[in-house]
C-alpha cells in the first residue's frame, strides 16, 4: 500500500522543498552534499593553493605569484637540511607505521577476548585519539624534559641511573628520533587498535573454531587465518597512519622543532619554518609537496591490494 | 498518508530538515541576536592584535586602561586580540592572504618579509622625532629596508638581553660580579660544571634564544651575517674562530640538554638552580622574584660580554608594529602608535621594565626608576641595564634586519651551524660552508626579489 504511494509521490514535479526532501534521488545527494563541500573547501582548495603556489614565487608579503615552473622543487632539491630531512621523514614514517601495526594487531587481539574492566582499558586506549594533540605533545615534553622529567626522575627514583646520569631525550639524535617517534605511535595507535579491532570483530567465528578443530596452534592460527583475513584493514590502517606519518608535523614541532641539529627534521617542519617562519611560501609549498606523487601511489597500491586481498 | 511519513514516536524526515535548518540558522545568527551590537559607542574602530605579554600586568595596563582611555579620548572603539609568540607568524600569514584582519599588528621581531603588504611609517617617525627625539640605531635597523627607503614597520621598544648569573657559585671561582669577557665563561664554566655540577646554560637549539645568543657570541668575536652595506660576510676567519671557541665553550663547560631546549627552558633551568648562567631576558629574574625569591637573590645581571672585537648584546624581543595596507582604520593606528610611544613610561613601568624605550626621551628617570625597584634583590638590581641602549644591537649587525636575515634566523640555518659543531657532527669549516652555502641561497633569492 505504501510503495506505490511513495512512487506516485516520487513521479509528481516537487512544489516545494519538503517535497524534495522526500525524494530519495535529491535526499541522498543533499545529505553528502554537506561533507563534498567540506572535503573541497578544506581540502581540495587549499591542495590546489599549494599546489599553485609551489610552482610560483609567492612570499609572505607578496601576493603576486609568477610562475616559475618547477624552480623550487630543484632549489630545495639541492640543499643539505632538505636531504636530512627526506631521509628523517622516511625513517620517522616508516618505523612508527611499523610499531603503531604491531602494537595495533596486538592490542586489538587483546581487546577482542572478555575479561573484566575491559570498557576501562578501552577508555584509555582511546584518550591519545580523543585529547588535542598538542595538548598531549606538551604533557610529553614535560616527559622529556631535560630539567624536570618525570621518565629520569623515575628511573633515578628506582636507582637505574644517578642524578648525573640523566638522559637528554631531546638533546641525543637517537634519543629525540625514538621520543619522537614514540609519542607519534602513542598518538596514532588507538585509530590503528579500533580499526583492527573492527576488522577483527568481523571474522565469523565458525572459521576460528574450524582452526581448533583442526589442531592450529596459536602462532599458526594467528599467521595463516587471522592476519590474512584482516590484511584488507590492516592496509587501510597501515596507510592511515603511513600519510599521517609522512604529513604531520605536530609531534616534531612541539617536541624538537626539527633538534638537535636537524636531526628530526621532517619535511613537513622543514616546510613550515621555510614558509611560514622563513617568509618563502613558495619553497614551502614545494617541500610540503615533494612527496605528494610518491604518496599518492603509495595510496593506489594500498588501497588496490587491499581490494584484491577482499574479493580474495 | 501523514501517518505514513512519520516514525513511531519520532518526527518525520522533513520535520527534521527544517529542525535541523533551522538550529543551523539560530547559531549562525544567534550571537547578534544575544549581543547587541556595540557600534553606536564610537564612531571608529581600531583593531590591535598583540602577543601575549610575557609579563601579565602590562597586558591588564594595555588592554583594560591604555587602549580604553585611548579609545575614548579619540571617540574610537579599541579592541585588542592577543594570541600566543607561537602564531604570531602564521596569524600574519593569514591576514595578509585573506587581506583583512587587524589596523594594528604587533610582532616580536623585525618582519621585512611583509615589507609590501604594510603600510609606510616613515611620517609615524617623524612625528614621533619631533616630539620625543631621535630613536635609537636599534629601532630604526629593525624596521627600515635602506634598499626601498621604507619604514615597513615601527618599533617603540626593545628587551634587553643581559647575561643572568648565579652569584654566588661564580663567587666560588673567584667572580663574585659575574664575568666581564667570554673567556671569562669559559674558564669559570669549565669549573662550575667540574666542581659545582652547575653547567652554562647557553641554547644550541632551533628556538629563538640560541638564535639570539650565538648571533651575540659572532658579533663580539668580530663575526656577522653581513656587512653593513647587506652583503653576504658569514664565510669569515672570525666566524670560524667563533665556532671552535663555542664548540669549546660547549665541551668544557656545557651538557647535552642545550640540545633539547625551547625558549622558556633556560628559565627554567635556571630558576630550578641547575645551571650558572643563561642569556635571556629579565623573564627570568621576574619569575623568580615571584616563584622562588630564594633563588632570585642569587641570580644577578651583567652587561654584556667582552670578546676579541667588542662587547655587544642583541635585543631579546624587538616589539614591531605594522599597519597593513588593507587596515581599515590606518590613521588611527598611526595616531595610536605616536600616543602610546609618547607615554611609553607608562608602559615602561606596566612590564616591569621588560621592555625598554627605542625613543630613549620617553623615559627621562629610566636610571632612576630601575635603580630602585621594590621587587628587586637588591633593588638596584636592574640598574646594570641603565647603558643597554649604547650596547644592544639587531640581528642583522652592522647591517639592517633584511627579509634575508629574517629567513636565516627563521630557519635555523646559524643555530645548526653552531649545534653540528659543538656536538662535533661537524668540523667548524664543514659546519660554516654547509650554512654559508644556505645563506648565499637565501641571499640571492630575496635579492631577486628586490628587498635586498
Redesign the interface.
Known amino acids: 500500500m505504501a510503495t506505490p504511494e511513495r512512487g506516485a509521490s516520487s513521479q509528481a514535479p516537487a512544489k516545494s522543498l519538503g517535497g524534495l526532501l522526500d525524494r530519495p534521488e535529491w535526499l541522498g545527494p543533499l545529505m553528502i552534499g554537506p561533507a563534498v563541500l567540506f572535503i573541497v573547501l578544506v581540502v581540495g582548495i587549499p591542495f590546489l593553493l599549494a599546489l599553485y603556489y609551489s610552482v610560483s614565487d609567492i612570499s609572505m608579503g607578496d601576493r603576486t605569484m609568477r610562475f616559475v615552473g618547477l624552480k623550487n622543487f630543484i632549489a630545495v632539491a639541492g640543499t643539505s637540511n632538505f636531504q636530512t630531512s627526506i631521509v628523517n621523514t622516511f625513517v620517522f614514517a616508516i618505523v612508527s607505521q611499523i610499531l603503531v601495526i604491531v602494537f595495533g594487531t596486538a592490542l586489538a587481539l587483546a581487546l577482542l577476548r572478555e575479561f573484566r574492566g575491559k570498557w576501562f582499558i578501552r577508555f584509555l586506549l582511546l584518550l591519545p585519539w580523543v585529547a588535542p594533540i598538542s595538548l598531549g605533545t606538551i604533557g610529553w615534553l614535560w616527559i622529556f624534559d631535560s630539567t624536570y622529567s618525570v621518565l629520569n626522575w623515575a628511573l633515578e627514583a628506582l636507582g637505574l641511573i644517578t642524578p648525573q646520569g640523566w638522559y637528554m631525550w631531546l638533546g641525543i639524535p637517537y634519543l629525540a628520533m625514538g621520543s619522537v617517534i614514540a609519542v607519534h605511535v602513542w598518538r596514532i595507535l588507538p585509530l590503528a587498535t579500533v580499526i583492527l579491532l573492527a576488522g577483527l570483530s568481523s571474522i565469523p567465528q565458525d572459521i576460528h573454531d574450524a582452526a581448533l578443530v583442526d589442531g592450529a596452534g596459536y602462532w599458526r592460527h594467528l599467521t595463516q587465518i587471522t592476519v590474512p583475513l584482516i590484511r584488507p584493514i590492516m592496509l587501510v590502517a597501515g596507510l592511515f597512519g603511513l600519510v599521517f606519518a609522512f604529513t604531520d608535523m605536530i609531534v616534531i614541532f612541539v617536541l624538537t622543532r626539527g633538534g638537535p641539529y636537524d636531526t628530526t627534521q621532517v619535511l613537513s617542519t622543514l616546510a613550515f619554518f621555510t614558509g611560514i617562519q622563513g617568509g618563502d611560501i613558495a619553497e614551502g609549498a614545494a617541500i610540503a609537496l615533494f612527496l605528494f606523487p610518491m604518496l599518492l601511489a603509495v595510496a593506489i597500491g594500498f588501497l588496490r591490494v587491499a581490494r584484491r586481498a577482499e574479493v580474495v | ?1 501523514a501517518e ?2 512519520k516514525r513511531k514516536g519520532g518526527v518525520s ?2 520535520q527534521f ?1 527544517k529542525a535541523a535548518g533551522t538550529a543551523a540558522a539560530a547559531t549562525s545568527i544567534g550571537a547578534n541576536i544575544i549581543i547587541p551590537g556595540r557600534s553606536g559607542a564610537a564612531s571608529k574602530k581600531l583593531r590591535i592584535l598583540q602577543w601575549v605579554h610575557f609579563v601579565p600586568p602590562y597586558d591588564v595596563w594595555f588592554n583594560k586602561k591604555f587602549a580604553v582611555e585611548w579609545g575614548k579620548k579619540n571617540d574610537t572603539e579599541v579592541t585588542v586580540d592577543n594570541i600566543g609568540v607561537a602564531g604570531i ?2 596569524r ?2 593569514a591576514e ?2 585573506a ?1 583583512r584582519g587587524h589596523d594594528l599588528f604587533l610582532f616580536n621581531w623585525p618582519p621585512p ?6 603600510v609606510d611609517l616613515k611620517d609615524v617617525y617623524a612625528e614621533l622625532e619631533g616630539k620625543v627625539g631621535k630613536p635609537i640605531d636599534l629601532g630604526v635597523k629593525s624596521t627600515y629596508n635602506p634598499k626601498t627607503k621604507k619604514y615597513f614597520a615601527f618599533s617603540p621598544s626593545f628587551t634587553p638581553d643581559p647575561v643572568n648569573y648565579r652569584q654566588d657559585l661564580f663567587g666560588k671561582v673567584g667572580m663574585p660580579n659575574g664575568p666581564k669577557t667570554w673567556d671569562d665563561v669559559r674558564k669559570a664554566g669549565a669549573r662550575l660544571k667540574k666542581e659545582f ?1 652547575n653547567p652554562i646554560g647557553i641554547g ?4 629563538i634564544d640560541t638564535g639570539m645568543a650565538m648571533r651575540t657570541i659572532m658579533y663580539a668575536f668580530g663575526a656577522h651575517e653581513q656587512d653593513a652595506n647587506g652583503n653576504l660576510t658569514l664565510n669569515s676567519k672570525n666566524t670560524l674562530e667563533t665556532l671552535k671557541f663555542v664548540k669549546a665553550l660547549y665541551q668544557e663547560a656545557m ?8 625558549a622558556a ?1 633556560n628559565n ?2 635556571m630558576i ?1 638552580g ?1 645551571i650558572s648562567l643563561a642569556l635571556n631576558a629579565i623573564s627570568i629574574t621576574r619569575t623568580a622574584e615571584k616563584d622562588n625569591p630564594q633563588i632570585s637573590k642569587l641570580i644577578q645581571l651583567t652587561k654584556a660580554l667582552q670578546g676579541p672585537t667588542r662587547a655587544i648584546g642583541l635585543e631579546h624581543v624587538m616589539q614591531c608594529y605594522v599597519v597593513w595596507k588593507f587596515a581599515q582604520n590606518i590613521d588611527g593606528a598611526k595616531k595610536f602608535l605616536v600616543d602610546y610611544t609618547t607615554s611609553f613610561r607608562d608602559a615602561f613601568v606596566a612590564g616591569e621594565f621588560y621592555d625598554f624605550p627605542c625613543f630613549p626621551k620617553t623615559v627621562p628617570d629610566l636610571t632612576k626608576l630601575i635603580s630602585n625597584d621594590p621587587k628587586a634583590h637588591p633593588p638596584d638590581k636592574y640598574k646594570v641595564l641603565d647603558d643597554v641602549l649604547n650596547w644592544a644591537t639587531n640581528v642583522g649587525y652592522p647591517g639592517y634586519s633584511t ?1 634575508a636575515i ?2 636565516l634566523f ?3 640555518v646559524l643555530n ?1 651551524m653552531f ?2 659543531t659543538a ?1 662535533g ?1 661537524s668540523t667548524p669549516e664543514d659546519a660554516l660552508k ?1 650554512a654559508d ?2 645563506a648565499k ?2 641571499f640571492a ?1 630575496w635579492k631577486q ?1 628586490g ?1 635586498i
Not at chain 2, 113 to 118: G, K, L, S, V
Open positions: 498518508m505514513t511519513k524526515r522533513r530538515m607568524n602564521a600574519a600569514a595578509v592572504s587581506q618579509t611583509f615589507e609590501e603588504q604594510t655540577n644550541l637549539a632551533n628556538e651538557t647535552a640538554e642545550v640540545f633539547t631546549w625551547d627552558s627554567r633551568a630550578a641547575k627579509a629574517d629567513e627563521g630557519t635555523w645548526v649545534a653540528k656536538s657532527k654547509e652555502t644556505a641561497r637565501i633569492k626579489k628587498l
